[in-house]
């Protein structure tokens, strides 16, 4: 398995596809690689001649300093996994003077309001740190396509908006949530979970079903009225918050409308540890 420490190795290497034309397919992670990081290297092997996957802890786009000092780094077990599904995958994993040419800012970007929603309000400045290092890692291995996980369905649909509005040439490819066999979003925040509290975690997507079925005769205020209630006596989780909002545009939506398609969102602590997820209402 090849395995590049800077942005030159990695270029240098495929330059030789640019030259065949090969199509190149990327997945983006920041390690502790898990059976869903896993199913987006399979689909891309499935849909390209060649396959990248990024292992960067970003650091600009952590408002939280505890939270980026405690975000699990394992890169050895990672390649190990990768190992088991082929020799072929070539990973990335530069370090953050590389990634960043000694100067750790994040670029300044506008997503069409995107960025100013339910992450975007609880973590500054955090989209402006996943657009500078998706951009850049887009211009290193300049990908036919890319693979992200729909857990993160906001970051998502700021990609696809960063992609159109730069005139990024590579597409961009969400892939549904990987889950625990107990309903829990995978995650690589998981791995700082006992298994009392990935048990106990089982509750975030337990709440999201009933939220769904709830949403087909109640209005949305009734639906995040009940949420909030439910967390409220769950005294394993602290709320920060439970959104309905439309797919496309993320707004808060108080009315329904019918031709529009409508996304809970959710974001709580368990313990130190935060957890998101989402599920698609229609």
Known sequence: MLIFNTQEGLKTHLQKNF????????VPTMGALHRGHLSLIQKSMSENEVTVMSIFVNPT??????????????????????????????????????????????????????????????????????????????????????????????????????????????QVIGQPIYRETNGLAMSSRNERLSKKERNEAAFIYKTLQEAKLKFET????????????????????????????DEAT???????????????FIAVFMNDVRLIDTISLN
């Open 19 to 26: 030259a065949t034309k090969k199509t190149i397919g990327f």
């Open 250 to 264: 993320l707004k808060s939506s108080a009315i329904k409308e019918h031709h529009k398609k409508y996304r809970a």
């Open 61 to 170: 786009q952590f408002n939280n300093s505890t939270d980026l000092d405690n975000y699990p780094r394992t890169l050895e077990a990672d390649v190990e996994k990768l190992k088991e599904i082929s020799d072929n995958i070539i990973v990335f994993a530069p370090s953050v003077d590389d990634i960043y040419n000694g100067q750790t800012i994040a670029q300044n970007f506008d997503f069409d309001g995107l960025e100013y929603e339910m992450e975007g309000k609880h973590r500054p400045g955090h989209f402006d740190g996943v657009g500078t290092i998706v951009k850049r890692l887009f211009e290193i291995v300049q990908p036919n396509k890319a693979y992200f996980g729909e857990k993160d369905f906001q970051q998502l649909q700021i990609v696809k908006k960063m992609v159109k509005k730069n005139q990024l040439p590579v």
């Open 218 to 245: 109640k209005t949305a205020a009734e639906v995040i009225q009940w949420v909030e209630n439910e967390f409220l006596k769950n005294t394993h989780f602290k709320l920060e918050y439970f959104e309905i909002a």
